[in-house]
């Protein structure tokens, strides 16, 4: 009896131990909730030893500097992994390949520099969720990002946030592999133009936020862009709208697809400071004094020069048309005129010979007496 209490506790005991051994130094692990926290523990890497049941993995407030496919060797059952705030600066290609089931992965708040081509691949993947705001490094890092998302194959992947990370424009085609994307994330970067194909490949996009951005127009690039997100919710409050001649397009676009843009009732001019807080609604009843007035200005002024060619045309003509009237009074005149010019000649000539000789000149001034 007492021998069997003895090892019952010691079982107890063991167990006791095995379980808190297979929870790696700095984290809490639950299996009863399959989850996995290491938080805020000054972790230089991915720690080893995380159990096989863990289906949530949070490590995040570390300062790990890079992962790649050595890091989350069996840990196949893991869904959502988030390894936010870490300053992670690199991540390898198939750095989450043996994660076969991951569908949720939260990159937000690191320093991603170097992200390689095939980065998220996973065999089979079923990512859904990739969270990467505020995880660029810098603009120059959306190049790298832009060949990791075509080719990692993620054809599953529902939601891309990529919001907060100071891009400025976006390389067209970047999103042209995600097939299935409905929500896409672009809210508080430096954007300042839509370039043609941006969008290509969104063909099931639901919801495009493009809040707090650079955009001071849309040209009529970016609207045929927008035009080919036909069931899109889109937001574009919190830019710069530059109420000059060129928002016109945009203007008058807004006001024919009020609802593909859900917040328009909201979107006003912010420059010139004259117009600031005017509804982009409201632009087109506005004299913004350029497009119209420059137009029929240039028209004007096109029209002016065309009866100056033709009068000048016209006085030109009359001109050749009187010479040819007058050919024979003409000829005449120029006869005459050059018989005139022999007679002058002849007498310059003849005064000239007299003049040079001194006798003749004298026997001249006696005759003229
Ligand atoms: C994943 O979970 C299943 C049961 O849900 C379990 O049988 C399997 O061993 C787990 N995988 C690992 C690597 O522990
Ligand atoms: C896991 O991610 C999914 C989205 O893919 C989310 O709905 C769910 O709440 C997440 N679970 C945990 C525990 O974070
Ligand atoms: C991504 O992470 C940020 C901060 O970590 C959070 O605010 C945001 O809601 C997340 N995005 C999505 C789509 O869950
Ligand atoms: C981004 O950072 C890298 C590395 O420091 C630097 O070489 C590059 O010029 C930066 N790019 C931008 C747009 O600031
Ligand atoms: C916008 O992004 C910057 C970094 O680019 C960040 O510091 C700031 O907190 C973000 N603002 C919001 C409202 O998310
Ligand atoms: C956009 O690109 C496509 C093909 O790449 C081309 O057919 C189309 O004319 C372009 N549109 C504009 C506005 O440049
Ligand atoms: C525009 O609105 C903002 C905030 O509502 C206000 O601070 C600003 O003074 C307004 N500007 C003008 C010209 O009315
Ligand atoms: C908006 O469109 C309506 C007709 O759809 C038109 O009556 C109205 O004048 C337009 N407003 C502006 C500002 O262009």
């Not at 708040?109 to 859904?128: C, D, K, T, W, Y």
Request: charged letters at 20%; aromatic letters at 8%.
């Amino acid at each position: 009896m007492f021998r069997s209490e003895l090892c019952m506790i010691g079982l107890l005991c063991a167990l006791r131990f095995a379980w808190a051994s297979s929870c790696p130094p700095g984290c809490e692990c639950s299996e009863a909730a399959l989850t996995v926290k290491c938080v805020s523990k000054d972790l230089r890497e991915i720690p080893t030893g995380i159990p096989g049941y863990t289906r949530n993995l949070f490590i995040t407030g570390n300062h790990i500097s890079h992962i790649g496919p050595e890091s989350f060797q069996g840990l196949d059952n893991v869904t959502n992994l988030s390894l936010s705030n870490n300053r992670i600066s690199e991540v390898k290609s198939h750095a989450f390949s043996s994660m076969r089931s991951l569908r949720s992965l939260d990159l937000s708040n690191n320093q991603l520099a170097l992200i390689h081509p095939e980065a998220f691949a996973v065999q089979g993947s079923m990512l859904r969720e990739l969270n990467l705001s505020r995880a660029l490094y810098n603009h120059s890092s959306v190049i790298d990002l832009a060949t990791s998302l075509c080719r990692s194959r993620l054809g599953d992947l529902l939601v891309l946030d990529l919001s907060s990370n100071g891009l400025v424009y976006l390389p067209p085609g970047i999103f042209s592999h995600l097939v299935s994307l409905q929500r896409l994330q672009l809210a508080n970067n430096s954007i300042v133009v839509i370039l043609n194909g941006t969008f290509a490949g969104l063909d099931h996009l639901q919801e495009l936020d493009l809040t707090h951005n650079a955009l001071r127009t849309l040209r009529d690039e970016a609207l045929q862009e927008l035009e080919h997100l036909r069931t899109v919710r889109l937001h574009l409050a919190e830019n710069p709208f530059t109420c000059i001649c060129d928002i016109e397009p945009f203007a008058e676009w807004l006001n024919t697809s009020r609802a593909l843009v859900v917040d328009v009732e909201s979107l006003a001019c912010v420059f010139p400071i004259e117009l600031q807080n005017t509804s982009l609604l409201m632009v087109g009843e506005l004299e913004l004094g350029c497009h119209r007035a420059g137009e029929t200005d240039n028209l004007a002024l096109q029209t002016s020069y065309v009866f100056l060619g033709i009068v000048l045309g016209f006085v030109g003509l009359m001109f050749l048309f009187v010479l040819y009237l007058n050919r024979r009074g003409i000829k005449k005149r120029i006869y005459d005129m050059r018989d005139a010019c022999r007679e002058v000649w002849e007498g310059y000539h003849y005064r000239y010979e007299i003049d040079s000789d001194p006798r003749l000149s004298q026997i001249s001034t006696t005759a003229d007496v």
